[in-house]
């Protein structure tokens, strides 16, 4: 059963261009999350998605960021007009139904804007 | 805004000795805990969580202690070893609202480096 699954794992954007960042969850699972992490800090938590429905992007900035989770295919968390200050460490996770549903982790697509 | 913190940023062990974690959070309605360890270039790893409703939980080599009454918990480690050099997070979530899911509040990270 592969675990979940992210890519790019390594991605290369020039300020001003588009990022998008893919996740396949586990099997079975319908919930997913993205974290942002800064070097040397925790994650944070950035949006909720259940299959084709956002449920809470409370972290998530205004402007330039949104995040989907359609019917077929992963979840895209998509970054327009790419800053520096975008860079860092994007996680997905994912779970069962919650609620005290163990979130399993992606290996995270690090994000570097020149 | 509520958040999650950590006392010590990092943690020097000796192999074979018993390691401590420590971890304070600020949201007294906090409903589920949970230890995470991270290695370098990966995702966080699931380790142990606790309810709200329990004060112990033990794991394989690991134990999480949660005391409601300073809003503080703490991740031990018998027996580290090598393989245990990571940092290490706790997380948090509010009380459970199914609609809500189970979003994670994230502490700082604990460096944890195992002497040989």
């Known amino acids: 059963n592969a675990g979940v699954m992210q890519n790019p794992r390594h991605l290369v954007r020039r300020r001003g261009q588009e990022a998008r960042l893919r996740c396949s969850p586990m099997k079975g699972h319908s919930h997913v999350y993205w974290y942002r992490q800064l070097p040397e800090e925790g994650l944070k938590f950035m949006v909720y998605l259940q299959k084709e429905n956002i449920i809470d992007e409370s972290g998530m900035p205004k402007e330039r960021f949104s995040a989907e989770f359609p019917k077929e295919g992963p979840s895209i968390l998509r970054i327009q007009q790419v800053v520096r200050g975008d860079s860092a460490a994007y996680f997905c996770?994912?779970?069962?139904?919650?609620?005290?549903?163990?979130?399993?982790f992606g290996p995270g697509t690090r994000l570097t804007v020149l | 805004g509520e958040s999650v913190g950590l006392h010590l940023p990092t943690l020097s062990v000796q192999e074979g000795d018993n390691s401590i974690i420590n971890c304070a959070y600020s949201n007294s309605a906090s409903d589920y805990f949970i230890w995470y360890k991270q290695e370098s270039g990966k995702g966080p790893q699931f380790i142990i969580d606790?309810?709200?409703?329990?004060d112990k939980r033990q794991g394989q080599r690991v134990t999480v202690l949660l005391n409601k009454t300073v809003k503080h918990l703490s991740l031990q480690i018998a027996a580290t070893q090598p393989g245990d050099s990571a940092v290490y997070f706790c997380a948090e979530t509010p009380p459970m609202i199914k609609a809500a899911g189970n979003k994670l509040t994230f502490g700082g990270g604990t460096r944890v480096l195992v002497k040989p």
């Open positions: 996770a994912s779970s069962r139904a919650p609620p005290y549903n163990e979130q399993f």
């Open positions: 606790i309810r709200s409703n329990m």
